[in-house]
T-cell receptor
Framework: DGGITQSPKYLFRKEGQNVTLSCEQN?????MYWYRQDPGQGLRLIYY???????QKGDIAEGYSVSREKKESFPLTVTSAQKNPTAFYLC???????????FGQGTRLTVV | GDSVTQMEGPVTLSEEAFLTINCTYT??????LFWYVQYPGEGLQLLLK?????DKGSNKGFEATYRKETTSFHLEKGSVQVSDSAVYFC?????????????FGQGTELSVKP
C-alpha cells in the first residue's frame, strides 16, 4: 500500500541533543513538507522540498535542518538551537496544486 | 499574506445535531480549499476539497462550498455521529506562496455526545 511513514512515533530528547525524525513516502510525490503542531494551534510550516537535492525554509525554520537526498525520504533534524522543541511533528507529501496532501502519523517529541 | 480563520472550539453537540464550522480565508489569486480531520494521536486525513469558486466538496455526509464573494468555506453536516468527534482543520493552498504549501486554520475540536 502506498503511504507516508514517520518514525518514531514517540521521541524523547535531552537538553542539548540533536535528534532526527524520519519521513519516508512511496507515493512518488515530488513535494514534501514538515509541519509543527502545538496544542490548540494550527500547523506551522518548518521546511519544504519540491524536488530532490533542493529544499526551502518555511515559517519557523530556526533550530531545524533537513535533507532531501532521495525522492522518498525527507528527514528532519531538531537541533539544540531549537529552544522549545516539544511538539507534534507532521510530515506530508503531495503531487501538485489542488491535490490531496498525504500525512504521516506524526512524531511526538518531548524534551526531558 | 495568505491566512485562514476558523471558528474557535471546542464545539459540543448531541448525536444527530446539525454541524456548522465556519472558515474564512484571505489569499492572493484563486487558492484551492480543503477540510482535513485529525483523530487523537494521528496525522491529518483529507475530508473534502474544492478547487474553484462555487465548487462543492462532499464526503461522508460533510459538505462545504467555495464562496469567493464571501471568502468562505464553511463545513456542514446534517446529522453528526459520535464517531465524528475529532479536530477539523480548514486549509488553503496557493502556488503563489512557498511552493504550494498548505496554510491551516487553528483547528476546531468537535465532541459529539450520545
Amino acid at each position: 500500500d502506498g503511504g507516508i511513514t514517520q518514525s518514531p512515533k514517540y521521541l524523547f530528547r535531552k537538553e542539548g541533543q540533536n535528534v532526527t525524525l524520519s519521513c519516508e513516502q512511496n507515493l512518488n510525490h515530488d513535494a514534501m513538507y514538515w509541519y509543527r503542531q502545538d496544542p490548540g494551534q494550527g500547523l506551522r510550516l518548518i521546511y519544504y522540498s519540491q524536488i530532490v537535492n533542493d529544499f526551502q525554509k518555511g515559517d519557523i525554520a530556526e533550530g531545524y535542518s533537513v535533507s532531501r537526498e532521495k525522492k522518498e525520504s525527507f528527514p528532519l533534524t531538531v537541533t539544540s538551537a531549537q529552544k522549545n522543541p516539544t511538539a507534534f511533528y507532521l510530515c506530508a507529501s503531495l503531487t501538485g496544486r489542488g491535490t490531496e496532501a498525504f500525512f504521516g502519523q506524526g512524531t511526538r517529541l518531548t524534551v526531558v | 499574506g495568505d491566512s485562514v480563520t476558523q471558528m474557535e472550539g471546542p464545539v459540543t453537540l448531541s448525536e444527530e445535531a446539525f454541524l456548522t464550522i465556519n472558515c474564512t480565508y484571505t489569499a492572493t489569486g484563486y487558492p484551492s480549499l480543503f477540510w482535513y480531520v485529525q483523530y487523537p494521536g494521528e496525522g491529518l486525513q483529507l475530508l473534502l476539497k474544492a478547487t474553484k469558486a462555487d465548487d462543492k466538496g462532499s464526503n461522508k455526509g460533510f459538505e462545504a462550498t467555495y464562496r469567493k464573494e464571501t471568502t468562505s468555506f464553511h463545513l456542514e453536516k446534517g446529522s453528526v455521529q459520535v464517531s465524528d468527534s475529532a479536530v477539523y482543520f480548514c486549509a488553503l493552498q496557493s502556488l503563489y506562496n512557498q511552493g504550494g504549501k498548505l496554510i491551516f486554520g487553528q483547528g476546531t475540536e468537535l465532541s459529539v455526545k450520545p
